[in-house]
């Protein structure tokens, strides 16, 4: 009889638990999530700064850090520092994804031909909008480091697609600076998706001949264009609208009342394509190729159905994030299901959590400047709060039992849902208030119905629109699509309907995100003794709003408008050309409250006295307080307040006063002005010398 001999014993079998721990070389390792977080604070760390770091000081930080993991590694103090390596790591990631944009563009401030590449086309509402690579301005036949955003012409009736050349003539101008000290900074966001002007055109476009094949990008872009134009021509109205968001991502098309409505519902979450959308192609994906495969036993002899059919699924939730532009959550879910579909291959059990943090190191690693926006801020925050939610109900009765009958399980199952609505609510409450101004109360009762419908029917319908594209006959998938939306879209009308269905809330401090961020963490991955804490963290910034002293005057970024509040009121002094969307931004930053016309002839409140020439601004007991000067030379009010407020440019000096005329915004962005003191915060104070801050009188950091 053949005898084969037995292995030898596996590495420490023959050392007892104990010794063969410590031969170890390494000390204990903090877990993954852990590390993430580090990451997550050094890229933190980088964009609270004033300034803009050397490459070399990251690169030196690393390797200090990486050497001081190497000496430690043997001792308690190894989990420090590969804490410190991690948040070292993402501190120059994040330097060095600054350093390798391309620089700002310097644009003319007179009309201009503009030609160039179609990048992509955006259906409005109100017309169209294309975003040109590559541009090229008349007069330079240099091309632009950055692309350019323009509205087309209304009366524009070109059929343009990605990849075309085209030329038009517009008026362009850079992003727009933030509307005040801590809003939203729409030139950090332009700065890092390589957009370097917005404009529009005045007059229509012209096609012009193109030799180069398209890149790859531009053929998705090209794609997702076709399937916008054919859910619009099929279904037409809100529906078509809601559709090409749902399949593509592109939101644009969709009417403003709808977009508030689903905003005051709690439902718009389901319009930006995220990971609720890839792991509903994913699971159908995944379920379709299991039946199939199922229908022929034989091949089960050779094959692993669930190994075939999850990455079949990775596959087309990978294929859906090409589709619609791989926004950050879909990022998230499609790394998440990407570890869990390795696990399945290996035959090993992955945690969740670490699945998360794999994907946030994944997420930042490519994208450091993700952290600071709501996507990102949103998306891990809800999907972090889930699973330890979950993983703390892992035995309750929620969870899913074989015994019970088909009617307790659809009641466990609903109940189940507004559960996962109400924990993700609850832990994206701070950072929805933060950077919208807005709470929907109502959004759990919304969810219930809406993910359901848009889970079990919509989004099948619309993947199966998507396979019958190539034949035709979408409009038998889309006709059924078009029944749900319409359901959610009614939904979300009469939920946004209900009283106190979204209460406005007043701006909360730039620190919110920060203190939400490690709060939750603190919740849901720290020991119970410091779970408290992260309640208190939760709350804070939301609380924070209402507390906080807010500011008494606001100057508009162009010095075209100004907001004085007086007595717990707003009053807005704009000029005709004053930007819309500045003012829009204010009354969202109040709370909206609503903001009256400053009559400076009329003096609306004792605390406002104004004659032919200036305004006292302040309580009748302080007369000198603040003064609004609306004409005439500065120097009879020199001295008499300590702050001197003028929309049009100062004659003269004044030594003895804080002057603050037309100029100042041109050279330092926005004002944000409390009248105790005073205390006066100005944009380019705010956010430092980063090299996206660009302002009219300044130029931009190097």
């Excluded at 060095?96 to 503009?114: C, E, K, Y």
């Excluded at 801050?693 to 300044?698: S, T």
């Amino acid at each position: 009889m053949l005898q084969v001999p037995s292995p030898p014993p596996a590495l420490g079998a023959q050392v007892p638990p104990v010794q063969f721990a410590r031969s170890l070389p390494l000390a204990a390792a903090p877990g993954l999530p852990w590390l993430a977080v580090a990451f997550g604070c050094g890229i933190a760390l980088y964009f609270a700064l004033a300034r803009e770091p050397p490459v070399w000081t990251a690169v030196a930080g690393v390797l200090i850090a990486a050497g001081l993991a190497a000496m430690t590694r043997r001792s308690r103090l190894f989990a420090l520092t590969l804490v410190v390596l991690a948040a070292s790591l993402g501190f120059s990631a994040a330097v060095l994804r600054t350093a390798g944009q391309p620089p700002l563009a310097d644009l003319p401030p007179r009309a201009v031909l503009v030609e160039g590449v179609v990048a992509s086309v955006d259906v409005l509402p109100e017309g169209r909008r294309v975003r040109l690579t590559r541009p090229i301005l008349q007069g330079d036949g240099a091309e632009l480091p950055r692309d350019l955003r323009i509205r087309l012409h209304r009366a524009d009736s070109l059929d343009l697609s990605p990849g075309e050349r085209i030329h038009l003539r517009a008026l362009l101008r850079p992003p727009a600076p933030p509307a005040a000290p801590g809003a939203f900074d729409f030139q950090r966001h332009a700065f890092f998706s390589g957009l370097g002007g917005v404009g529009f055109a005045l007059a229509p476009a012209e096609r012009l001949p193109s030799e180069a094949a398209p890149p790859t990008s531009t053929s998705l872009a090209a794609l997702r264009q076709a399937i916008i134009l054919r859910v619009l021509a099929t279904l037409g109205g809100v529906e078509g609208a809601v559709a090409a968001a749902l399949l593509t991502g592109q939101r644009q098309a969709i009417p403003e009342p709808v977009l508030e409505d689903l905003r005051r519902s709690g439902l718009a979450h389901l319009l930006a394509v995220s990971g609720l959308h890839v792991g509903i192609v994913a699971g159908l994906a995944y379920l379709v190729c299991r039946f199939a495969l199922a229908l022929w036993p034989p091949l089960l002899l050779h094959l692993s159905a669930k190994k075939v059919a999850v990455l079949i699924g990775v596959a087309a939730g990978f294929g859906y994030m090409l589709l619609t532009g791989s926004q950050v959550p879909m990022r998230r879910a499609v790394a998440m299901a990407a570890l869990f579909a390795l696990a399945v291959l290996l035959d090993r059990r992955l945690s969740a959590l670490r699945a998360l943090a794999f994907a946030a190191l994944v997420v930042l690693a490519l994208q450091p400047e993700a952290l600071v926006g709501a996507s990102f801020q949103m998306s891990f925050a809800a999907v972090l709060a889930l699973v330890a939610a979950w993983e703390g109900l892992r035995r309750s009765w929620l969870s899913p039992r074989r015994e019970r009958s088909h009617a307790a399980r659809l009641a466990v199952g609903f109940a189940a849902l507004l559960v996962t609505s109400l924990v993700a609510s609850a832990a994206t409450t701070p950072f929805v208030a933060h950077h919208f101004q807005r709470v929907p109360l109502y959004g759990v009762a919304a969810n219930a119905l809406a993910v359901p419908l848009t889970s079990v029917w919509i989004m099948p319908w619309g993947l199966v629109a998507l396979g019958l594209m190539p034949l035709g006959l979408e409009r038998l998938a889309l006709a059924p699509m078009g029944w749900g939306i319409s359901a959610v879209v009614a939904v979300a009308e009469v939920v946004s309907s209900w009283p106190f269905a979204a209460p406005a809330l007043p701006a909360s401090p730039s620190w919110t995100p920060a203190a939400a961020g490690i709060g939750l963490v603190l919740l849901c991955l720290a020991r119970p003794v410091l779970k408290l804490v992260g309640v208190v963290l939760l709350a804070a910034g939301p609380v924070a709003a209402f507390v906080l002293p807010q500011p008494d005057l606001l100057i508009a970024p162009d010095g075209r408008a100004l907001a004085l509040r007086v007595e717990r009121t707003w009053h807005l002094h704009a000029r005709p050309d004053a930007d819309r969307f500045v003012l829009a931004q204010w009354r969202q930053r109040a709370g909206d409250v609503a903001f009256l016309p400053l009559d400076l002839a009329s003096s609306p409140s004792p605390a406002l006295r104004c004659d032919r020439d200036a305004c006292l601004i302040g309580p009748e007991e302080r007369p000198q307080a603040i003064l609004l000067l609306r004409e005439g030379p500065v120097s009879p009010w020199c001295g008499r307040a300590p702050l001197i407020v003028s929309l049009e440019p100062v004659r003269g000096r004044c030594a003895a006063s804080v002057v603050l005329d037309r100029f100042a915004p041109w050279r330092n962005g926005a004002y944000a002005i409390r009248f105790d003191g005073p205390e006066i915060v100005s944009d380019a104070a705010w956010r430092g010398e980063r090299p996206w801050v660009r302002l009219p009188g300044r130029r931009p950091a190097e």
